[in-house]
């Protein structure tokens, strides 16, 4: 049910991207709902993760952008930086020794230690 919610503004913003072809409203739908989301993870757990954290500020950042600036550039940067934003993340914690993955995804998997290191 966790992934369900972790998708819940992409998959609305898809569906109303396909229903009603209008970026800035699709935009507009995917920012209410990321908001909502952390508002309510906030109330329930007092915290959000680090991920949730930047996830949220891309989307409303380039969000707004695109409704703003009505160019659609914008929200097709979000995926991008989020996935470098990781990308840094993770090559950064093996600089310092540590394994990223774990930090990022230990809470959801539970894998050996070997595994984790491969």
């Given amino acids: 049910m966790k992934i369900f919610g972790d998708f819940l503004a992409l998959i609305l913003f898809f569906l109303t991207y396909w229903y009603s072809k209008d970026i800035r409203l699709a935009t507009a739908v995917a920012i209410v709902v990321g908001v909502l989301q952390a508002a309510w993870t906030w109330w329930h757990s007092r915290r959000l993760e680090t991920m949730q954290w930047v996830s949220l500020i891309l989307i409303v950042v380039f969000g707004g952008a695109t409704i703003w600036f009505n160019d659609p550039h914008f929200i097709m940067w979000k995926p991008t930086l989020l996935f470098w934003a990781s990308a ?15 930090m990022l995804m230990g809470k959801e998997l539970a894998l050996p230690e070997p595994v984790w290191q491969r």
């Fill in 88 to 102: 840094v993340a993770i090559g950064t914690s093996l600089l310092l020794k540590k394994n990223g993955l774990k």
